[in-house]
């Protein structure tokens, strides 16, 4: 159909990450673009996730250091659950700053974006209905995020629970929490809430925390985190909540051998996952894939069954991560509205779960590659920060820079970090990955020395003691230049 026919050349429905990048972008370009957000812009990262899940996560890492000031030579502060309370108001603060700095809502009105209000409706694939008034649109671009999962559990609803929409808005830290769950969320704000005051206990199903990272490093952080004084029940299913007789909240855990046993606190977090925004959007009544989750299935380039339809960020289920909604935003964008299939490069995706140490990953894991290329045909390269003399100065030596390739030119397949600022350090790897460069231009490339991202350098110049190993390297030295390499062990 003719672009006169359509009021827009693009209906966005969603003003989270994906939706306002979307927008900006598209208008931007000179598109005609509406926008529809039920609630607020913004979305999850701005007023219940990244911003104020990080800003937590800062004032508990000032309260562990202000407990610790003899560690470096100042005296400790001692702080209760109840001196820290302000930690709340200093998120609510942080999420009004960040709004007002990113202003997103002008942003949108300089590139022109008509933004509506109010729960959608899409009567057809060019037809969106709102409480305002009906959008006909061109293209349709649905970017409506996730919500937290609420876990059957009988009893839990009766006694009331938590989950990081509602966790921002408390006043005060409870004196003890239960966290149901295991991944980012649940590690991130466990560690959190513990460091200001509270006694938290972690109730993961799965055998290990973090379960889709490094299953070494993982180890590591888990180890940190029992040190810390919080308690982990893995291999655990909670089966039942309800209210003790002197006001706590219990929780009734099962082991894989059937045994039984409580828990019991103040308030509950639940943190088990996440599921699509789909309810109500009509979406199969057009054929739209959806998987058991109800996730939207979209295809590399962002369709979701049509050529009229895309879809991005949380609501496909994919990477439910900000970077990569933005990422997917301006890619989808693109091929709306130019000739041409880009893909969306799913293959190399970063990643960081932001507790103290970070945990961030890119690629393989170690056991992906083993299964992949099997385990006599990948190299693991290995640097502690116990040996980098910036984390030894500041006092954060625990963690490894853990990189793997294959084949003699060391083609990096995956990379994970444990350690001080290890969602930086993550990015230098991704870069390598994406353009295809081996190794060793990582080994080679000139680092400011004392930094941290030096152990980026001397995990990767392990490789040149390994390839030294390497039977055709090997006899190349000991015929061409007459000497014997030492063996990787002595070195």
């Known amino acids: 159909m003719a672009r006169q026919q359509y009021d827009y050349d693009l209906c966005i429905l969603g003003g989270g990450s994906t939706g306002l990048v979307a927008g900006n972008v598209a208008g931007a370009l000179g598109a005609r673009v509406a926008l529809v957000e039920k609630a607020r812009i913004g979305g999850e990262c701005l007023w219940t996730g990244c911003v104020p899940s990080k800003a937590l996560l800062h004032v508990a890492e000032i309260a562990h250091t202000m407990r610790r000031g003899q560690t470096f030579g100042l005296r400790n502060i001692p702080l209760s ?82 989950t990081n929409v509602t966790l921002f808005d408390l006043t005060e830290v409870p004196e003890s929490i239960i966290i149901i769950g295991g991944g980012y969320i649940a590690v991130e704000m466990g560690q959190a809430l513990d460091r200001l005051g509270a006694k938290v206990t972690l109730i993961q199903r799965g055998s290990r925390l973090l379960m889709k990272d490094d299953e070494e490093l993982t180890a590591l952080l888990t180890d940190r985190l029992h040190n810390e004084d919080l308690s982990i029940h893995r291999n655990a299913e909670a089966v039942k909540a309800e209210r003790t007789a002197g006001g706590q909240k219990s ?88 000739p041409g299939n ?13 507790t103290d140490p970070e945990l961030a990953r890119v690629g393989l894991t170690q056991t992906e590659a083993e299964g992949k290329y099997g385990a006599n045909q990948i190299q693991i390269h290995r640097h502690s920060f116990l040996q980098d003399d910036r984390a030894i100065v500041e006092g954060h030596t625990l963690g490894i820079v853990k990189v793997i390739t294959t084949g003699l030119n060391g083609n990096i397949v995956g990379a994970h970090i444990l350690g001080p600022r290890a969602g930086e350090l993550i990015h230098e790897w991704a870069l390598a990955m994406r353009h295809n460069l081996p190794i060793r231009a990582i080994a080679d490339l000139i680092h ?8 980026n350098q001397r995990a990767a110049q392990r490789w040149y003691s390994g390839v030294q190993q390497q039977p055709l390297v090997r006899g190349i030295l000991e015929k061409g230049f007459g000497f014997t390499p030492r063996d990787a062990s002595d070195l």
């Open 81 to 162: 659950h109840r001196d820290c309370g302000g930690a709340f108001d200093y998120v609510r603060a942080k999420i009004a700053e960040v709004r007002k700095n990113d202003a997103t809502e002008k942003m949108l009105q300089d590139f022109g974006v008509d933004v509506f209000f109010g729960t959608p409706e899409i009567v057809s694939p060019h037809l969106i209905r709102t409480p305002t008034g009906d959008i006909r649109a061109a293209q349709l671009l649905i970017a409506t995020g996730s919500s937290p999962i609420l876990p059957d559990i009988p009893g839990l609803a009766d006694i009331g629970y938590l």
């Open 251 to 338: 929780v009734t855990i099962r082991r894989p051998d059937g045994s039984e046993s409580t828990v019991q606190a103040e308030e509950i977090l639940v943190a088990v996952g996440r599921q699509a925004n789909t309810a109500g959007l009509n979406l199969e009544r057009f054929g739209v894939p959806l998987d058991d989750q109800g996730n939207i299935q979209t295809d590399d380039h962002g369709r979701a069954g049509m050529p009229t339809l895309w879809a991005a960020g949380d609501v496909t289920g994919r990477y439910q991560f900000s970077h990569m909604a933005e990422h997917e935003a301006k890619i989808i964008v693109r091929n709306i509205l130019f």
């Open 342 to 354: 880009q893909a969306v490069p799913y293959d190399i995706v970063p990643w960081a779960t932001f």
């Open 448 to 455: 400011v020395y004392p930094t941290l991202a030096v152990s």
